[in-house]
């Protein structure tokens, strides 16, 4: 087991780089913090590169720490810690992980969620976390969606980015997969052809695409999709936050 107390180490400052985007891309690894997180990472199978821990991580955890592999864990000092965390309160422990190769083949088959552009990285956590948990088959992130590798949609996700396929592509494509593969693709927006969702079916196979905050799924996937749907406001309300419709959505079209 190593030890570093220093912050000027060069070991850390290579680590505190991974809180950019730039440099997350470059050195194909993330930052995550705290034990629950990393627990569900290793539990699995994620490529853990390093396990770093302060004492209140060794006394808390000692067990778990215990049972990992020696050559994997640094112990650092609170102000080590403290440089690398994002939290306001470090919960004594982060993980340098390596990340999955994004090259995945799509299995056409089950409910996948397609996000278009949202920015919001609470938005797009909390979809993944509720895709995992409606049972959906995968998320494909389109252009202009936020990093899933960013601390705000990490923590979010609370490791359901673990627990199914999250994948970086140009939904243009994918949509013109999932039409050939006869799978029907369904985008949000309320216009005339638009149906309320409670008119939608279950489908055992099929496509959600859900949009930007401000401005909704772009129009050129709005052309391609088989059918637009939209959730009837019922109050005064102007529109639901994305992330709430969409878990509305997904939940009706697994039922």
Do not use: C
Not at 5 to 13: P, Q, W
Not at 48 to 60: A, D, M, P, T
Not at 153 to 162: E, F, H, K
């Amino acid at each position: 087991m190593k030890e570093i107390l220093s912050t000027k180490n060069t070991t850390i400052k290579e680590f505190k780089k991974l809180h950019k985007k730039k440099y997350r891309e470059e050195k194909q690894q993330y930052i995550i913090e705290g034990f629950h997180l990393i627990e569900e990472a290793v539990r699995a199978g994620a490529k853990i590169e390093w396990i770093l821990f302060n004492q209140r991580g060794q006394s808390e955890w000692s067990v778990w720490l215990d049972q990992q592999p020696d050559e994997l864990l640094i112990y650092v000092s609170e102000e080590v810690l403290l440089s690398l965390s994002e939290l306001p309160t470090p919960q004594g422990m982060v993980a340098i992980v390596n990340m999955p190769d994004d090259e995945k083949n799509i299995e056409f088959s089950g409910g996948w969620l397609l996000l278009d552009n949202v920015q919001d990285p609470g938005n797009v956590g909390t979809m993944i976390r509720t895709a995992d948990a409606a049972g959906l088959a995968g998320v494909i992130l389109g252009e202009g969606t936020s990093d899933i590798y960013s601390t705000k949609v990490l923590r979010a996700m609370q490791g359901s980015n673990y627990h199914l396929p999250v994948i970086r592509k140009p939904l243009a494509d994918i949509i013109d997969s999932f039409k050939r593969e006869q799978i029907p693709v369904f985008g949000t927006e309320l216009n005339a052809e638009a149906v309320s969702y409670q008119k939608i079916g279950h489908n055992r196979d099929y496509a959600l695409i859900m949009g930007n905050e401000g401005q909704g799924v772009a129009a050129e996937f709005l052309e391609k999709t088989d059918q637009n749907i939209y959730i009837p406001i019922k109050g005064t309300a102007e529109s639901l936050n994305v992330a709430i419709a969409a878990g509305i959505l997904m939940y009706h079209l697994e039922q």
